[in-house]
């Protein structure tokens, strides 16, 4: 299974200023190196929340074994 791509807390807060400049998904995907349907779920996040931090999760088992 290949992971989701991430974007830096600094990337995030670019990409939501160029949204708010006009400039389009693909545009800003481009200008990050991500694929458009990671810029398109940071904007719905963005658009529903007023965030750009992933949502909270809770400790995987991993973490709580402390291997």
Do not use: C, H, N, Y
Not at 10 to 16: H, K, V
Not at 38 to 64: E, H, K
């Amino acid at each position: 299974m290949v992971g989701r791509q991430k974007l830096s807390l600094l990337d995030r807060g670019r990409a939501i200023g160029w949204f708010q400049d006009g400039v389009g998904v693909r545009e800003i995907a481009r200008r990050l190196l991500m694929s458009p349907s990671v810029i398109t779920r940071l904007r719905q996040r963005f658009q529903a929340t007023g965030l750009v931090q992933d949502r909270p999760r809770p400790p995987s088992q991993q973490d709580i074994s402390g291997r």
